[in-house]
């Protein structure tokens, strides 16, 4: 277990979950996390686990080793400038801003700490995130040791920069994309016969399984649709329905429509 001092400055969701998660997976001790939000009283979940709450960034980030900067990216300009002079002198600085690049993050700290960019997913909190990387002005044992963070929470994986906004879609949008084909399956599920709990269960874990047999068995999605679809079978009627209705295309559509609008804020 870490004993070194972690600051998430901006206790939203992501926030939140990022310190959930590091307590999840025991990883470091509450009492050496502390985040802050404008209004604390929110975070009252959090430090009932016994994490530091509060809306002082500056004694947030105070002897912090890692800082994550878990802030709106119309916000990030002025929390930079107001913890930058109270930031230890090697502090990792980790943005789960979108649309910011780390060389501005690296421009508004003063040239002076390795920034990260992260994207994981709000599944971090139960240690089941895919989380993004890029990085500059950091060492290679720096990146190892953001890597190995993010790892203890589920999957990390350094990628180009510039492929940072299509892991927003694809890995933080893409979780609520997945919760609502859940969603819809359970509603089908009712329509059948099942009720509403039992029906939410069994696509649950469907779905669980699904991606099992991809991430273990390092199979191709269509190998495994192969496996179950028959010659005149209810599986491949039921495919074949939901194609002609524009299951794939309206999933792709979907996505395009989430990038296209970070795409768009840049300009």
Aim: net charge neutral; proline share 4%; with cysteine.
């Amino acid at each position: 277990m870490e004993n070194r001092k972690i600051a998430i400055i901006g206790g939203g969701n992501l926030g939140s979950s990022i310190a959930r998660g590091m307590v999840f997976t025991k990883q470091y001790q509450p009492q050496l996390i502390h985040v802050t939000r404008r209004r604390a009283q929110l975070l009252e979940p959090l430090a009932k686990l016994g994490i530091i709450t509060g809306n002082d960034n500056m004694a947030a980030v105070k002897n912090a080793h890692i800082v994550f900067l878990a802030v709106k990216p119309y916000q990030m300009e002025d929390i930079l400038k107001e913890i930058v002079p109270a930031l230890e002198p090697h502090a990792l600085l980790i943005s789960l801003a979108t649309g910011i690049n780390n060389e501005t993050l690296l421009t508004l700290s003063g040239n002076k700490h390795p920034v990260f960019r992260a994207m994981p997913n709000t599944a971090i909190a139960i240690g089941q995130s895919m989380t993004c990387l890029s990085a500059m002005n950091a060492t290679q044992e720096q990146e190892d040791e953001v890597k190995a963070l993010f790892e203890k929470m589920g999957t990390a994986q350094y990628i180009p920069e510039e492929l940072m906004s299509a892991a927003t879609v694809l890995a933080a949008c893409g979780i609520a994309f997945a919760l609502r084909f859940i969603r819809a399956a359970t509603q089908g599920g009712i329509e059948i016969g099942f009720g509403s709990e039992l029906a939410l269960k069994i696509a649950s874990q469907t779905v669980k399984g699904a991606a099992q047999l991809i991430i273990q068995g390092e199979s191709h999605p269509e190998a495994e649709i192969d496996k179950v679809t028959t010659p005149r079978g209810i599986t491949i009627s039921g495919l074949n329905e939901m194609e002609h209705q524009g299951f794939s295309s309206s999933l792709i559509k979907g996505l395009l429509t989430s990038y296209n609008k970070i795409e768009n804020s840049k300009k």
